[in-house]
């Protein structure tokens, strides 16, 4: 039930194009559902983040869709860029859980030019 | 700057040394956290710890061991009993557990030769 099952594992996209990446979870506790960037080399940074009162969530190029009955959500990149070129990974968190964070498998995202 | 400082970046180890990854930050916060990254498997948690002198398991915790003798301050110890400790190591805090963003250092990458 901890698990966050994350696809594609891999993408590659057009520059300009819209890069979708989907994530499930089962726990039913989880109310907390960050996006991480990393790049190589580096530690993960916050991307963008939701709670499930909300169906989505946009900043910028970048905005989460949520499905709670579904217990899904994605990650879309609106005219993506080389600069994103990146490892994404989902997680999901419970309140009151000092677990912090579940994630999920990773997608490396490669926008080409 | 205020953030989390992993070192050393690069470590090798020869198979049956004990080995300490350094991890302070400055961000005052009280929960801090080691997780784990190979290729295609996303970030597993090692150890975790809310507050200073108590931490907890997390899901690969065997062969690895941890203190919090300082707020700032969270060593991870690998072991010879960890199998595989071969991975890029990365610490973590946030402000609480319970659903706040986490910010990562910029990891550690351990070889075994």
């Known amino acids: 039930q901890q698990q966050v099952k994350q696809s594609p594992q891999s993408l590659i996209v057009q520059k300009g194009g819209i890069s979708i990446i989907n994530c499930a979870y089962e726990?039913?506790?989880?109310?907390?559902f960050p996006w991480y960037q990393q790049f190589p080399g580096k530690g993960p940074a916050l991307l963008i983040a939701?709670?499930?009162?909300?169906s989505e969530k946009k900043e910028g190029r970048f905005t989460i869709s949520f499905n709670k009955s579904a217990k899904q959500f994605s990650l879309h990149i609106m005219d993506s860029q080389p600069g994103d070129s990146a490892t994404y990974f989902c997680?999901?968190?419970?309140?009151?859980?000092?677990?912090?964070?579940?994630f999920g498998s990773g997608t490396q995202l490669t926008v080409l030019p | 700057d205020g953030g989390i400082t992993q070192s050393p970046k690069y470590l090798f180890r020869k198979e049956g040394q004990n080995v300490t990854l350094s991890c302070e930050q400055n961000?005052?916060?009280?929960?801090m956290y080691w997780y784990r990254q190979d290729p295609g498997q996303g970030l597993r948690l090692i150890y975790y710890?809310?507050?200073?002198?108590?931490?907890q398991k997390g899901d690969i915790a065997e062969g690895y061991s941890v203190s919090r003798e300082k707020k700032e301050s969270f060593p991870l110890t690998v072991t010879s009993a960890q199998k595989n400790p071969t991975a890029f190591y990365l610490c973590a805090s946030s402000m609480e557990y319970s659903g706040n963003t986490i910010y990562f250092g910029e990891g550690s990458w351990l070889t075994v030769v």
């Open positions: 961000l005052n916060h009280d929960a």
């Open positions: 710890s809310q507050i200073v002198n108590d931490f």
């Open positions: 939701i709670r499930p009162d909300v």
């Open positions: 997680a999901a968190g419970a309140s009151g859980s000092a677990r912090q964070l579940t």
């Open positions: 726990n039913t506790a989880f109310d907390y």
